[in-house]
């Protein structure tokens, strides 16, 4: 159960700002949303594997080693081919 006190200065809307994170963050929303509907045994099996198969793709791809992004080495300076006075002119 989320209990949000309400802070001393604190305006109402703040505080209910404060409920609906935790509530996004603890997956109350989520939970209500999927037992709005019967979801079949089979579907809920077939779902819950689809959810762990991308979860574990997402780690093996953030830790492929054979896919690490190589920084490139930043370029040397270049010297200007003019002087700070500007271009040589013909005289």
């Known amino acids: 159960m989320i209990k ?3 802070r001393a200065n604190e305006s109402l809307e ?8 935790q509530c996004n963050y603890s997956g109350i929303f989520r ?17 819950e594997r689809r ?3 991308r979860i574990i793709q997402k780690a093996t791809r953030k830790n492929d080693p054979s896919k690490v992004k190589k920084r490139r080495r930043a370029r040397p300076m ?11 002119s013909a005289v």
């Open 51 to 53: 959810e762990r198969l």
């Open 78 to 88: 270049r010297r200007p081919m003019f002087s700070q006075s500007g271009p040589p």
């Open 4 to 6: 949000v006190q309400v």
């Open 31 to 47: 939970l209500a949303k999927a037992n709005t509907w019967h979801e079949k045994r089979s579907d809920k099996r077939r779902r």
């Open 14 to 21: 703040a505080a209910l700002r404060r409920f609906k994170r």
